[in-house]
């Protein structure tokens, strides 16, 4: 194939409610989509960097700008391109993995579609359907947590995570598990907010057999969460840390996990995804996927994705539902706790017609 064009587009999604974490509250999602095009077919891609950088160092406006300036050139000037070959020929540009996950997607698909085959069948998937887990933000009471937990029970998801972060942790996991009883699958994420210190206090979540606790430490502290594996029963599993096969090798060779959260936009695309779901299987690790609030787009091959036979966990495969009200694709629709995997060409979901580039944020660095 050759690249004959690239579009981006911001758009901006509201969230059916405010959704915080230990780095902040969002009541909206900017969304960096990307169209590829080619002779052959055009392809669609998802950057699911945030509009700041307070998850990962990646935000929009640096993805839109390293898109325009180096990522998408670069690979305009391969005359014989696939995916296989968007790694190597961005390998020359460090970082901005969630920029090069958004190209590397959009090829994929593009690709896939043009030979009538379906994501997850290219990366090795074994299910038809996955099982699909919720992620629940930070609230104002441990009453509202309660009501919200009830809702996504009700509603059939078969794992809840809760943020957690100082101040908000032993509470509300004490408060759940009491009122939804211990077969409830539950597990919290931290996203980097405590410190080897705070070992003491976390080791008050052991009682309740928590599936996980998610990157309590910084992204690069490994040594200090194989320290912390050594003093809290509940297990470790990484996220921000994990940005390569080679890191998750590195993470768990060292005690640092015990198991792995798989985000394709984190490591820099599927293809990495699927490196690291094959290496962490290798050494008896399970995985599951994990979510940015993606939209219709990402979600299709966040599912694909965690078809997988290493993704023996609940992922963050939410139904559309979950965060907005209306999506950019047809929604994703939870069926007995699950979400069927696509099976149309490439990631079998496109963006429905009217999807149009609304006003884009002011973003520093933003070309329209
Ligand atoms: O289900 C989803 O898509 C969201 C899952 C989720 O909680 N993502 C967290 C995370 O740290 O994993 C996140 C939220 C906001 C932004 C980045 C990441």
């Known amino acids: 194939m050759k690249l004959t064009g690239v579009e981006l587009r911001h758009v901006r999604m509201p969230l059916v409610a405010p959704f915080r974490t230990s780095f902040g509250t969002s009541t909206s999602r900017d969304v960096l989509l990307l169209r590829a095009v080619t002779a052959e077919a055009e392809g669609w891609g998802e950057c699911v960097a945030m ?39 961005l390998s020359g540009y460090k970082g901005h993995r969630m920029a090069k996950a958004a190209l590397e997607l959009a090829i994929l698909d593009a690709e896939l579609r043009a030979a009538g085959r379906p994501l997850a069948r290219e990366l090795g998937a074994v299910r038809d359907r996955v099982p699909c887990g919720v ?140 490196r690291i779901h094959d290496a962490c299987m290798a050494h008896g690790v399970p995985v599951w996927c994990g979510g940015m609030l993606e939209t219709g787009i990402g979600r299709a091959a966040n599912v694909a994705l965690a078809a997988l036979p290493g993704f023996t966990l609940p992922g963050d495969t939410s139904a559309s539902d979950r965060f907005y009200r209306t999506d950019l694709t047809a929604p994703f629709v939870l069926a007995d706790g699950h979400l069927a995997v696509p099976t149309g060409p490439g990631l079998g979901v496109e963006p429905l017609p009217d999807v149009s580039p609304r006003s884009p944020p002011k973003l520093p660095g933003y070309r329209s």
Not at 56 to 74: Q, W
Not at 153 to 162: F, S
Not at 220 to 234: E, F, K, Q, S, V
Request: aromatic share 6%; charged share 20%.
């Open 135 to 274: 992620s629940v933000g930070i609230m104002g009471s441990i009453g509202e947590l309660l009501d919200a937990v009830a809702g996504y029970v009700a509603a059939g998801y078969v794992r809840i995570k809760l943020k957690i972060e100082p101040g908000w942790d032993v509470e509300p996991v004490r408060a759940v598990r009491e009122r939804f009883g211990d077969g409830l699958l539950l597990q919290v994420d931290a996203n980097t907010a405590y410190a080897l210190a705070d070992a003491r206090h976390l080791s008050r979540l052991d009682p309740f057999d928590l599936l996980l606790i998610e990157q309590p430490l910084d992204e690069d502290d490994l040594l200090g969460h194989a320290a912390l594996a050594r003093l809290i029963r509940t297990p470790i599993c990484l996220d921000e840390s994990i940005t390569s096969a080679r890191t998750a090798v590195a993470a768990i060779t060292l005690g640092a996990c015990e198991i792995v959260n798989i985000k394709a936009g984190r490591v820099g695309g599927y293809l990495e995804a699927r």
């Open 51 to 89: 509009a700041d950088p307070l998850y990962s160092s990646e935000y929009i406006g640096a993805a839109t700008d390293v898109l325009t300036r180096f990522l998408v050139p670069a690979l305009g000037a391969v005359e014989h391109l696939d995916a296989n070959a968007v790694g190597p020929a």
